[in-house]
């Protein structure tokens, strides 16, 4: 019966984006079948509206991976490649892959990265998804304002490097904060209409914990969230629980 009910779940949310992508290439083949349009603005128009599916196609790319990780997670079955990873690198370039959609959501991503490189002990595979989760969360949930994503060393912890995702949305109220890391767990309100079948910040929790990390977040409602991320560094023996405070 759970499973048939994943399933049913599964498969509602895998259908879901498929309508705005069938709609937005609707639009732009009616687009070019139209005469007399400025040759110029029409390719503007196809650029944006190409890009619009794009990031509805990566979106569910997202939610088929993100099933995929919850049925690794669930079996015991993640395997991870723990390696040196260039956290500035990283977070500059899934930031660049979900600028089209940070402004379609009128949102501004700003990039706050040091100089010098912060690496991390880590898989770059799934640092890149938990990058990408927390990101694409706060463009979802941000309201249309500015979010910020930061990479630092940490400064009370000499092993750690951090990740932080700051937005300025709807935030989260502190029953909430204690239960959304948990599985099949959202943060939403009766009457609010937001996609998702609460395994992502789940997936990104067994992630982190897999990397030896750790996660937190610290919201106001009505004045947004911060979400941190702490790894060990690369160039650091990893203990288990090493990037708790005492």
Excluded at 11 to 20: C, F, G, K, S, V
Excluded at 44 to 53: I, N
Excluded at 86 to 113: F, K, M, N, T, Y
Aim: charged fraction near 20%; glycine fraction near 8%.
């Amino acid at each position: 019966m759970a499973r048939d009910a994943f399933l049913a779940v599964a498969a509602h949310e895998l259908r879901n984006p498929m309508t705005p992508i069938r709609g937005r290439v609707q639009l732009l083949r009616r687009m070019l079948q139209r005469s007399g349009d400025d040759k110029d603005a029409l390719v503007v128009k196809m650029d944006k509206g190409l890009q619009r599916v794009e990031g509805l196609i990566e979106q569910y790319i997202k939610r088929a991976t993100t099933l995929l990780e919850v049925s690794r997670a669930t079996k015991g079955q993640l395997h991870l490649d723990l390696v040196a990873v260039d956290l500035c690198a990283l977070v500059q370039e899934v930031a660049q892959g979900l600028a089209p959609i940070a402004d379609h959501a009128g949102s501004i991503l700003e990039v706050r990265v040091p100089s010098g490189a912060v690496t991390c002990h880590g898989d770059r595979l799934a640092v890149e998804q938990v990058v990408d989760n927390l990101l694409s969360n706060a463009i979802k949930y941000g309201a249309g304002q500015p979010i910020v994503v930061s990479v630092a060393e940490a400064p009370d912890l000499p092993n750690a490097s951090l990740i932080q995702i700051k937005d300025h949305g709807v935030g989260i109220s502190a029953e909430d904060q204690a239960r959304i890391f948990a599985r099949f767990e959202r943060a939403v309100r009766p009457g609010e209409h937001h996609g998702g079948f609460g395994v992502g910040l789940w997936v990104v929790s067994q992630l982190v914990q897999a990397m030896n990390g750790t996660i937190d977040v610290a919201s106001i409602p009505g004045q947004g969230s911060t979400f941190t991320v702490c790894l060990p560094r690369h160039d650091q023996t990893v203990q288990e629980s090493w990037c708790r405070h005492p």
